[in-house]
């Protein structure tokens, strides 16, 4: 059974891997918080989502900041070419709503990667 650490390395990984074959990566942090448990080269763009004001005024990693409910919320279709949604889904009543609005066939379509924690 993999240990977060791990968890926490295989995503880091993944995104790692994005900035290879970009010039410049756009990343949502769905459920952001007041700081990232990753780190991103000099080329994101990093917009981060929390429901919290709190939250969002206590992060300096992030390039743009939005307050609402990721079971709400939506972006232009291909804003991301990452979206992290990292020990959020489990504090959401219909999490399901928020990985349909980051699935490829949604109406909010996202490029490339999402990445969410198991729940």
């Known amino acids: 059974m993999a240990t977060l650490k791990n968890e ?15 010039k410049k990566v756009r990343i949502l942090e769905a459920g952001c918080g007041s700081n990232s448990a990753f780190t991103f080269q000099k080329n994101a763009y990093i917009v981060g989502i929390d429901i919290s004001e709190r939250q969002l005024q206590l992060n300096t990693s992030l390039d743009e ?13 291909n804003s991301f070419d990452i979206i992290i949604c990292w020990n959020v889904l489990e504090h959401l009543q219909h999490p399901e709503s928020v990985l349909l609005i980051f699935q490829s066939g949604s109406p909010s379509r996202y490029n490339d990667s999402c990445l969410a924690q198991p729940v």
């Open 8 to 22: 926490c390395a295989t995503v880091q990984d993944i995104v790692t891997a994005q900035f290879k074959r970009l």
């Open 65 to 77: 900041k939005h307050q609402g409910d990721l079971q709400h919320y939506s972006f232009p279709p």
